[in-house]
């Protein structure tokens, strides 16, 4: 059974960076079948969905995060990463991420979620 | 940019049948996926490709599209289908993946 855990700092400070890695268990991030995906929800709001990337790269981005998005994927750990740069409180948030279908594009499964608060 | 528009809320009393909808300009040419959500936990699908039902999805949940609109229902709610309830789909080239504002859905 696939399964993905998200890991990394739950405190960031503005303008500085937020990086998160999920970790994928139970099966291959190098299947050419599925892309990998980060999507957030601010506390008491909806999903935005952040960025999507195929295990040989070529990431999409959502217009409204390109200029501060990267995200990356690590075939030998069997990671991808996300890092989103000057962030501010606007990015506090619960991070999730999930598989997508490769040609239907629907997240499942997902990760519990971690909690990214952006505070001095 | 592109929008999926969903009602904020819903509100029905245990067993009658809930309709939430999502309204968006893709949709004649994309499918649309249903996500519930119960507080502190994260989505789960419950509806993809308009009107498919994942294994262990209760048979109480379905879904159709037509036109610029996709609808969930669930048919005979129950007070532990009380939950958030977000849309989802791409934008007709694909690229840009959109979720719902997401619709409360009271079961009392």
């Given amino acids: 059974q696939l399964q993905l855990q998200e890991s990394g700092p739950g405190l960031v400070k503005p303008s500085e960076t937020l990086s998160l890695t999920c970790t994928v268990s139970g099966g291959s991030i190098s299947s050419s079948n599925y892309y990998w995906g980060w999507i957030r929800q601010p506390p008491g709001k909806g999903l935005e969905w952040i960025g999507s990337i195929y295990y040989s790269g070529s990431p999409y981005y959502n217009p409204s995060l390109k200029s501060r998005v990267t995200i990356s994927v690590d075939t030998s750990k069997n990671q991808f990463s996300l890092k989103l740069s000057s962030v501010t409180a606007a990015d506090t948030a619960v991070y999730y991420c999930a598989r997508e279908e490769d040609d239907t594009n629907w997240f499942d499964p997902w990760g519990q979620g971690t909690l990214v608060t952006v505070s001095s | ?108």
């Fill in chain 2, 1 to 108: 940019s592109y929008e999926l528009t969903q009602p904020p809320s819903v509100s029905v009393s245990p067993g009658q049948t809930a309709r939430i909808t999502c309204s968006g300009d893709a949709l004649p040419k994309k499918y649309a996926y249903w996500y519930q959500q119960k507080s502190g936990q994260a989505p789960v699908l419950v509806i993809y490709e308009d009107s498919k039902r994942p294994s262990g999805i209760p048979e109480r949940f379905s879904g159709s599209s037509s036109g610029t609109m996709a609808t969930l229902t669930i048919s005979g709610a129950q007070v532990e289908d009380e939950a958030d309830y977000y849309c989802y789909s791409t934008d007709s080239s694909g690229n840009l993946r959109v979720f719902g504002g997401g619709t409360k859905l009271a079961v009392l």
